[in-house]
């Protein structure tokens, strides 16, 4: 009987080791497929071998001319749906709680008025923004926490704050956005989670602190599943929890505030990416947090994607996008979440 038990614990260990690589495989297939189809959407349209010779062979107009005004916004598209994604994935571990996300807590509207501030008062610090966005969403991130705290932390009081907290960032956000006449340039951009406008600068402004914030992410991952472990449990392995907590926030903050700082607040990315993420690879952070990474690029570039063609040649931000798709994911959450609720 015991060793019918072990055969069938391996058998569906192997299972969901194969279904978990599958996942990926697929989900860098699709993610490939989707950046080939990004780059061909529009007037002008290039064939894999043309956008190959274009890029690295010989000078190509067609190719010239996507370079400059399809890529950039591509890789934004990618870079910041990989860093929000895993930023909620770092939030609900920190958190314990599969409810939290940096918008809906307030992380990405803090960091998206700091942006704002700078932006509209003080542009000649531009290339500061990423950090000035960092330390907006580290302000959120404390406000949430300490308002929250009452003898311990409750899931539900967690997002209860954290809609105050945002609703409050995003008041003065849209405040400052009126005060400076709603162009879609520069302080709207932030503000409304447009990404139409940019450029190669933007991407140079955002890949360094991307890269770090994965990297720590990828780093914290054996730590993310100690988290998941009681307090008591963790601290008797030799974790020393309020440190980790502490750095694996501001790894979240990190990643959520620089991607906001350039690409806008985006809603419910954190929060749908990880919970797909756990259903196809499993809790276990060494795989999720990667998974998320690919996962991420892939659904925030489709919702840009979706924007730039469901009422061409008019546009849809991707944030619209992500807010009409995750609102109803969000309520679903919390209806089956009822545990949680106290």
Known sequence: MELQEKDQDIVRKRKKRLRAVL???????????????????GSLKVSL???WE??????????ATIFDLRFPRIIISMLAGAAIAVSGVLFQAVLKNPLADPEIIGISSGAS???VLITAFAPMLFFFTPLFAFLGGVLAFFLVYTLSWKGGLSPLRIILVGVAVNAMFSGLSSALNSMSGGSMSGVASIVNGNITMKTWDDVKTLVP?????????LFFTGKCNLLSLEDKTARGLGVNVNTMRILISLTAVLLAGISTAVAGAISFLGLIVPHIGRILVGSDHKALIPFSMLSGAFTFLLA??????????????????MSVVGGPFFIILLRRSKKYAN
Do not use: H, K, W
């Open 23 to 41: 996942s990926f495989v697929i989900m860098a297939f699709l993610l490939c497929v989707l950046f080939f189809a990004a780059v061909n959407i």
């Open 49 to 51: 071998t043309q956008l």
């Open 54 to 63: 274009g890029l690295f062979v010989e000078y190509n107009d067609d190719v």
């Open 113 to 115: 008025f700091a942006a």
């Open 209 to 217: 602190y991307v890269i770090v914030g994965l990297i720590l992410a």
């Open 304 to 321: 840009d994607t979706i924007g730039r063609t469901i009422a061409a040649p008019y546009e849809v931000s991707a944030s619209i996008i």
